[in-house]
């Protein structure tokens, strides 16, 4: 199984759709632009948001399984996804990537 790397690419906010729509929160978002995160054996990574998770989890299992080339050459890198979080005040979107193969042999490390 292959991991995946997940870095927090943007984070937008439509403050229009907030005021307009929104119940007022106190807590949003912690993520920041640039955060990695590493899911092993395509589990959630510590600290990764769950909402967010809920919304690219099929992609990450798919990628650590070895799938690739979504919806027909939408990436230009087939072993890759860019997925947002379905919050529709706040998206963040997230570039996926599966970036090494983990040999589970004894004494063997990661492939690229």
């Known amino acids: 199984m292959k ?3 997940l870095t927090v690419i943007r984070k937008a906010t439509y403050k229009d759709l ?4 929104e119940n007022p929160i106190e807590h949003t978002c912690d993520l920041e632009e ?4 590493i899911s092993k054996d395509a589990q959630m990574p510590e600290g990764m948001c769950g909402s967010a998770w809920d919304s690219l989890a099929p992609f990450v299992l798919t990628l650590a399984c070895g799938g690739q080339d979504f919806y027909d050459g939408w990436m230009k890198d087939p072993k890759s996804a860019m997925i947002s979080c379905n919050d529709g005040f706040r998206p963040v979107s997230f570039l996926i990537e599966a970036i090494r193969e983990v040999n589970m042999e004894k004494g063997a490390g990661y492939h690229e």
Do not use: C, D, I, L
């Not at 907030?18 to 729509?21: A, M, R």
């Not at 640039?34 to 995160?37: E, R």
């Open 34 to 37: 640039g955060q990695v995160f």
């Open 3 to 5: 991991e995946v790397r």
């Open 18 to 21: 907030s005021e307009k729509y």
